[in-house]
Structures are given as structure tokens and as C-alpha cells.
């Protein structure tokens, strides 16, 4: 059993930055992949960033959404079992609850990461709006 809880969340202008953080409790020994996830409200539900963990083969790998390459960054802090997201120059559509999510079941044949929505956990979300 793993529980994730993010944090950080809240109002920013079109611009701003903000940070959102994801702590683990539970078994984070068995860490592979972190990453978040967002969903706006009448959309689907959408990959953002992922990161391999620093325990899995190619840690520190990092993975985004193109909407997002370029102003989110993502990073994994091994001893506080906790992964960040650092978002700049935040857009009105960067409006969405963004949600944590820890190791995926879904990988490619060659058993790389591949962002399907098929995560073993989820946060329970945490909401980020943007102003214009």
C-alpha cells in the first residue's frame, strides 16, 4: 500500500509559477516511475511529467507532455520519497486538478515508459488555476 498527497497547489496569474509536491508513505522501496497527471474540468484526464525513480533502471529519467516541455519541471527527491513539479509560466489552460501517481502497469514491449493513464496509485488530486 502506498498513499501519495500532494501539495502546493492554489491560484497563480498567466505568467506565475507555482510548485506542487508529492509526498510517499507506505513501501517507496518499491519506487519505479512517479509522475502527475491533470485533468481540466469536461476533459479527459492527461499525462504531464513522469520521472524514473532513483531505485529503477535509468533513474532520473525525466518524460512531458509537449504542452508542457519547456516551462514544467519535474524532479524526485530519493531520501524524502517525494516528487515535484515545478511550473513556469503557467497558462489559463494549465487550469486543472493535477494528481500524483506512482508506478505505471503499463509499459512499451521493450518495457520503456509509455503514458498511459494505467498507474498502480493516484493522489487524491490537488487543484491549480490560472488567471488571465
Known amino acids: 500500500q502506498v498513499q501519495l498527497e500532494e501539495s502546493g497547489g492554489g491560484l497563480a496569474q498567466a505568467g506565475g509559477s507555482l510548485r506542487l509536491s508529492c509526498t510517499t508513505s507506505g513501501r517507496p522501496s518499491d519506487c519505479r516511475i512517479m509522475g502527475w497527471f491533470r485533468q481540466a474540468p469536461g476533459k479527459e484526464r492527461e499525462f504531464v511529467s513522469a520521472i524514473k525513480c532513483d531505485t529503477w533502471i535509468g533513474g532520473g529519467s525525466s518524460y512531458y507532455d509537449d504542452s508542457v516541455k519547456g516551462r514544467f519541471t519535474i524532479s524526485r527527491d530519493g531520501a524524502q520519497n517525494s516528487v515535484s513539479l515545478r511550473m513556469d509560466r503557467l497558462k489559463v489552460d494549465d487550469t486543472a486538478v493535477y494528481f500524483c501517481?506512482?508506478?505505471?502497469?503499463?509499459?512499451?514491449?521493450?518495457?520503456?515508459?509509455?503514458?498511459?493513464?494505467?498507474?498502480?496509485?493516484w493522489g487524491q488530486g490537488i487543484q491549480v488555476t490560472v488567471s488571465s
Open positions: 501517481v506512482f508506478n505505471p502497469l503499463t509499459y512499451s514491449s521493450s518495457g520503456g515508459f509509455i503514458p498511459t493513464d494505467n498507474w498502480q496509485w
